[in-house]
């Protein structure tokens, strides 16, 4: 008997074909539960870009896989999860552009970039390389580095220098040879001439008051007023000065602050202040003239400080102050008050030691 045949019962597989075509079958059945993905659409016969100078851009909706990730040259991001409608207009034009752009060269992709900047009315200044807004009124001898910003309305004197990351928020005005570090951020504000405004510097910001409403949750105290900086003021790194709430919080002219300090809403601070780092001031508190606020001192709201007067390091102000002189502790009295209580302290000390009478 041959292999494979036998008599009267007409062919007979051998068992690896069957074993084979059960497998096939299986996994046609699989293949088959499997949803239908269409492929993406090739490069050839995807719609043009049309752009209309004046109007905005037009991008037909392209059919891309929901798991698609488009990767793009060196400087733009790769970006999964891409579908037409989902980003803004310029942004889905200049990914569109980037990857659906048969033989272009980078030229049209800097040209394109020139067009989205063009719509949102921001520009590249000629000293620095910064982008500013048109609506804005800048001096020419002003100079806005690479990476920072001046948003619309804002005004800048001569000579001005703006860091890079510097930020400049609408109808900020900043005096003349005003220096702002990289990473500031000053907005609702202005600042005076010949200031000079470290990095990481935020002015402008809203402050830190809330309501409590019927329902016993908090609510967000509107914060609509400016900040004031007057003229030779020198602001640390890191140093944050809020805006005001019912009154502009103003600082004095040739006032100095240190690092790290922290100037609530509604403050208003007198000419030739000194302020150390780590201080913190709460809201509508009112100080005089030639204060000296030593290292970490605190300063309890609605407080009135009077001038001429200086707080020794961790003092913490809990009542107004309303005759010069030093003062220190914690509530802060006047310093030979402090002294004598810190004496007394320490004797009281050394007698409770074992051994002593």
Not at 46 to 73: A, D, E, K, Q, V
Not at 316 to 340: L, M, Q
Request: charged share 20%; aromatic share 6%; proline share 6%.
């Amino acid at each position: 008997m041959r292999r494979g045949f036998s008599w009267g019962c007409g062919p007979i597989k051998p068992v690896s074909c069957i074993f084979s075509s059960s497998l096939s079958q299986k996994s046609e059945k699989k293949k088959k539960k499997l949803p239908r993905v269409p492929p993406p659409q090739p490069i050839s016969q995807c719609p043009p870009i049309t752009y209309t100078p004046g109007r905005s851009l037009c991008i037909p909706r392209m059919p891309l896989r929901p798991s698609l990730s488009l990767s793009m040259s060196p400087g733009w991001a790769a970006i999964s999860t891409f579908r037409s409608g989902v980003f803004p207009s310029h942004f889905r034009a200049l990914i569109a552009h980037k990857c659906y752009s048969s033989s272009n060269s980078g030229d049209d992709d800097a040209s394109l970039s020139e067009e989205v900047m063009g719509q949102s009315m921001f520009e590249k200044w000629h000293n620095g390389g910064g982008l500013f807004h048109k609506s804005s009124c800048i001096d020419p001898t002003a100079v806005i580095e690479a990476g920072s910003i001046v948003h619309p309305k804002a005004v800048l004197g001569a000579n001005v220098h703006l860091g890079s990351g510097a930020v400049v928020g609408p109808s900020v005005k900043i005096g003349h040879s005003a220096k702002i570090g990289y990473n500031a951020v000053v907005c609702n504000c202005s600042i005076g001439e010949s200031c000079i405004i470290h990095s990481g510097v935020c002015i402008g910001q809203d402050g830190f008051g809330f309501l409590v409403d019927a329902h016993g949750n908090l609510v967000k105290k509107p914060q609509l007023l400016y900040a004031r900086i007057g003229n030779h003021v020198e602001i640390g790194a890191n140093s944050c000065i809020d805006r005001g709430s019912w009154r502009d919080t103003v600082i004095g002219d040739h006032t100095k602050i240190d690092n790290l300090v922290q100037i609530a809403h509604n403050v208003v601070i007198g000419k030739c202040c000194i302020i150390c780092g780590q201080v913190g001031v709460a809201g509508s508190v009112m100080i005089g003239d030639n204060v000296t606020l030593g290292g970490k001192v605190a300063i309890r709201d609605h407080v009135k400080i009077s001038s001429k007067v200086r707080f020794a390091a961790n003092s913490c102000v809990t009542k107004d102050i309303t005759e010069p002189g030093d003062y220190g502790g914690f509530p802060a009295v006047p310093i030979h008050e402090w002294r004598r209580q810190v004496a007394s302290i320490n004797r009281v000390g050394r007698r409770s030691r074992p051994g002593n009478t």
